[in-house]
C-alpha cells in the first residue's frame, strides 16, 4: 500500500518529515496533518497557460498538479464548473465586479466534493482498497456513492442520522451501504478512524484525506483561468472542515510560482453558519486556534463543529487581511432565494451562507464596491429543499381550471395577494 | 414584432410558405406547424469542425445553425453536457459500444430544456416580450423560471397541479409567477395558446414553439462531436411532445449536408412510459398518426397525452427503421437504479424509462449489441425523488451509536438482511 512518485509525496505540515504515498493523514511523530508537497520545478515546463489550454475541459487539464498515480487514466469529466458574472446580485448588494464560482453544477453530482472524491479515488485505486467510503455531511456521501459504483469499488459511507432526505435517497441510490450513526458530523467522523484502521477501507477524508483534499485546488484554479489567467481581490468561500478556502489559497500561490498569473494580494473571507461557526469566531477573536461547538443550523452540510483545518483555516484567513461572518438560519434562506432570484442560480443551504456573507461583507466595507470578489457556491438547491419549506405558500396554492377566465381571476387574486400593482399589459383581460 | 434574418426564418412543414421571423408556430392557412428553414449555404464556410472547436464549450459553439437574432450575446453557458461511454450498464444489457448522452447536469437547471429555453429567450427579447412563460411538465418550467431570472424578464409559467414537489419548489424559488391548473399537460398547453394571445406572454413552447424547438439540435451536435465528428448506429430518446428525437435527426443531416461528418444510416428508437405511449402505440402500429391518451404514469416529464410533434416523430422513426418501446412504472424505477448503480449517473422518471427501453431494445435484437448506441439522458433525479419513495428502506433505518462494536454489529444485520456474505475483509472485526 504504498507507491512513489518523483514530482509529490506526503509531508509534514509542524514537523517537515516526508512519507512518501500511503494511506496516511496525520504525521506519526507529531500529529499534525500531512499534505502534499510538490517538487513545484519538476512540474514547471508541464503546466503552462499553453498545456492547460491543450487539455480536456474538466479538472484533469491540471493533472500535472494533483497527486494521481502515474498511468491513472481520468474516466468522469469532472468540474470546469461556470464563472458567471453576477451583475444582478451586484446591484441588490452593492457590487460591481461580483462573480458566482458555480459549482452546483458539477458533474457527476452536484457539489465541488466530485473534484476530491475523483482525486482520492485514483489513489484508493492505486492503493489497493476494495472498499472506500467516508463521512459525510451529505454531498460527499452523494459523490463517493456515485463514483464507486462508476469504478465498480464497493462504497461504506457514515453520516449522521439527520441528513435531509435528498441527500440520503442520492447515496442509497448508487447501492452504496449507508450506516446512519446516532450523533453528529464529529462522532461520525471520528469513528470513521477507527473503522478505516480495523477493516482496511480507504476513507477519502480519513486515511485518504490529503490526496482527497488536493482536489479542492482545482477551485482555485479554475477561477484564475476564467478570469484570463488573473487572481482576483477577494474570495469568499463557506467553510466546514476549513480545507476548500485553503487550497484556493494553495493554487494560486503555485499559480504564482509557475508564472501562470501575476503576484498580487488575494484576501480570503471565510462563510459559516452562525449556529456552527468555530472558524469565524477564532478569525473574529484573532485566535490561533478554534473552540469546538456543537452544531445546530439547517446549513448541514457545513455542521462541522470540531473542523480538522480550523485553525489552519483561521490563521491564513487572518495573514490575507480576510475576514469571516457568520449568519442565522433566516438569513441563510433568504441567501439562497436572493441569488436564485437574481442570477437563476438554486444553491443548497450552504450557498445562502455564502450569498448572505458576501452581502454583509459588502455592507461592513470590508469588501470594496469594485473590487473583483468570487463567491464560491459548492452545493445545488435541489439537496435541501426541506430548508424552504413553508417558504412559499404557491406549493398549495389551488388550482386554477384551464379557462382564460378562471385565469384572468386567478392573477388577480396573485396581484392583490402581493400588494403589486397588476403586471398585465394594458390590453389584457380585465 | 418581427425581424429579419438572411440565414433562417419560419416556413410551414405542409405548404412550403415563409414568414420571416416572428412569434407564430402554426400556418395561419393549413395549420401546419411551422419550423426554422436555414439557407445552409450561406452557413458553410462559417460552421466547419474548425470553427465550432474554436468556439466557447457550450451550445453557443453551434451558433451559426441556431436561430438567434443578429447581434445576440450569449450569457449562460448552456450544454456541452458529458457523454459517457456505459461500460457497466452495457455489461449489463449485453452491449459494448454504449453510450449516455448525460444532460442530467446541464446547466443552469439540469435538463436538456436549458438549450431550448436559452434559444426561445434569445428571440423572445427580440421580439420585445415583457412577459415570458410555457406550459410546462417541470423541467421547462424550471429552465424558464431560472433564466428569465436571470435576463430579469418575468415569467409567468403553468403546469399541472399535480407536478412533483421539487420541481414546482425549483420554479418558485425563482421568483417566477406559478400557476397550478386542475387538469393534464394537455389542458394547460391548450389554455396557454389562450393567454399567449390574451395577454402577448412569449410562451416558449407555444408562440415561439420554432424558435425553441431549434435548441434540441444541440443535443446532436454535440453528440456527434463527442463521438469525434461520427454519427452513431442508434439514438435512444424519451419523448414527450416528440420534439427532441425529431431535432437530433436535424442535426445529424445538416452535419451531413455541412460536411462535417460522413453520411451514415442512424436508427432512432423512441422511449416512453407505458403509461402516456401515444407516439409509441403510434410506431408498433404502423400508424402516420397518433391517437391521443389520457396520461396516467409517474414519469411525468413525458406524460404528454396528445403530442404537438407525435405523428412527425411517429413516421420519422418508421422511416429509419427504428422502433419504439414504452415501459411500465416498475420499469421506470429500475431504470433510474440501473443506471445509478452502473454508471454513477442518477436520472428522473424519463431517464428510467430511457434505460428500461434500451435494455429492452437490446434483448429485442432490435439494437445489435456491437453497435454504436448513444441513449439521451434528458433530466435529473434529484427532481423526481419521490418516484424512489419506499424503495430503500435503509432511508428509515435506525441510528447506530458512534462506536466500533455497533458498527460491526449493524454491517453483520445488514450482510444477513441482504442474504450476501459479508462483504467485508477477512481481517475484519468479528
Redesign the interface.
Known sequence: MEYFSSVYELKCNECGKRFGNRPLSGCPDCFAPLEIAYDLEQVRGKFTRESVAAGP?NIWRYAALLPIPEGFQPD??VG???L?RAR?LGKRVGATNLYIK?DA??????SFKDRVVSVALANAQKFGF??VGCSSTGNLANSV??????L?I?ACI?IP?DLE??K???T????A???????NYD??N??CT??AD???YGFVNVNLRPYYAEGSKTVGYEIAEQLGWKLPDNIVCPMAGGSLIRKIRKAFNELITLGLVEDKPVRFFGAQATGCSPISQSVKQGWDYIEPQKPNTIARSLAIGNPADGPAASKMIQGTGGWAEDVSDVEIVSG??EL???????TETAGGVTTAVTARLIQQGRIGKDEVTVAVITG????T?DA?AGR?T??D????????SD??A??EE?DGATNQKP???P???Y
Chains 1, 2 share one sequence.
Open positions: 475541459h468522469l469529466p470546469f464548473t461556470p458567471l444582478n458555480n453544477v458539477c458533474f457527476p453530482t452536484l476494495e472498499t456513492a456515485a463514483q464507486a459504483a462508476r465498480g464497493k457514515l442520522a432526505p435528498a440520503i435517497l442520492n442509497l441510490v448508487y447501492n451501504r449507508l450506516v446512519r450513526i446516532d450523533g462522532h461520525v471520528r469513528l477507527l473503522v480495523e477493516y482496511s439562497i432565494q436564485a432570484e437574481t442570477e437563476g442560480i438554486f445545488n438547491g435541489l439537496k429543499t424552504l412559499f404557491h406549493l396554492s389551488r388550482a386554477v381550471r384551464p379557462r382564460l385565469f384572468a386567478y392573477l396573485l403586471e398585465l399589459e390590453a389584457g383581460a
